[in-house]
């Protein structure tokens, strides 16, 4: 397919992106609206249907950034030029598109939703669907050979999926998003089954997947890589021995980032990529440099502080926070350690927190900077509930973090998680803002 640039001329309904940022969550009347009808439409306009470069959608409950950042930084070892949309963002909306390693500029964006809102015509969409529409439309004018697109929720009416995807990943199956995508593993692995594409690879990731998604494969016809089945790891420290079915064991190293969760991550990453080697060859020296490199912020980071660890993830369900437990009783037992949190309200709150009550001595509360926050006086009662020792109440997490940082001493540490909503401000308060992302 011919590539080329949206001939539509730009709208100029703002000068600067707060503004159109703004703008886009008041533009649909519906925060959270599932639907492929819309999203479908405004691609037609922008001819880009069928975008002209690999595409592979990334779904699942917990682990979606953490692929994406490997296999962006696998490609980009291997020499192709790659995309990159996920969501939501630390500390700026840039990060949620990239290309070659760069977050978008304001101006790039202004760019694009312009486009957009003049090839839209009446078409409303939501502030995640302009958000994908705008990746979408980037990555074509970028030319990118192939872009990784992260599932925002669910997946079979989410966004993303109004693209045929050449591959798909579904990294694994949790309890999340109830209220949208159901009560059970099976009724979530329905959804999640829905990016699938027949007679293309989905791998998954999940060691014990719901019928559900395993029924689908069937269904859909899809090409299923199973863990377990079709390949398989073991790690050691920082070492990864990786085995697809028939073939000799391969030794790659483990992500440097975050924790030890990763090499798994790891695993299902090799797999789609070596699934996708007829399209996109990948050597071993550029797998192993990729993985390397791979890095994404907010997963298990670690920074010192005046002699206090700060351990910061954006763990925001049950079994993101079991993984994050698992990794505080691998590091050295701290002198004291207390803790910053908040989420949204309709996490399950009281099985995430109650995973650390035992562990933490403090605990500092505070709202997230979203309509869908957990006020800091409900986060207290059910820190009361589970007999958490002490807590105080906050009304920023900026103060919830400075109010951690007077109370701890060097040997102590504070964790601070709950949302990519509390991660991102503690980080900038802390002095830990990270500036505009470059792998280089």
Known sequence: MTRKRSTLAPSGRFSTLDEWLAWLETLHPKKIDFSLDRVRSVLASLELNEPPYRV????????????????????????????????PHLWRFNERLRFDGREATDAELIELFEIIDAGRGSVSLSYFEFSAVAAIVLFAR?????????????????????????????????????????????SIGFEKAGIMRAGRPVIIGDANPPASLLSAIDEKRANGILYGRDFDYLSSGRA????????PPVELPAPRFGGTIQAANAAVCAATVDELQAVLPVGHEALVEGLRRASAPGRSQRHAIDGVEWIFDVAHNPAAAACLRRELDCLPRAGHTVAVFSAMRDKDI???LGQFTAEVEQWFVAPVDSERTATPESLRDVLHSLGARSTEAHGEIAAACLAARACVQPGDRVLVFGSFYTVGPAMAALGLYCAARSNG
């Open 56 to 87: 592979i959608t990334v779904g699942g409950t917990n682990g979606k950034g953490s692929c994406i950042a490997i296999m962006e930084s696998i490609y980009r070892s291997a020499g192709y030029s790659v995309g990159a949309f996920t969501s």
């Open 240 to 247: 990864l021995s990786w085995v697809r079915a028939g073939r």
């Open 142 to 186: 970028e030319q990118v050979d192939v872009a990784l697109l992260e599932v925002g929720m669910g997946g079979r009416l989410d966004a993303v999926n109004a693209i045929d995807a050449d591959a798909a990943l579904i990294v694994n199956i949790d309890i999340d998003h109830r209220e949208w995508l159901g009560e059970d593993r099976d």
């Open 350 to 352: 009281v099985s995430v």
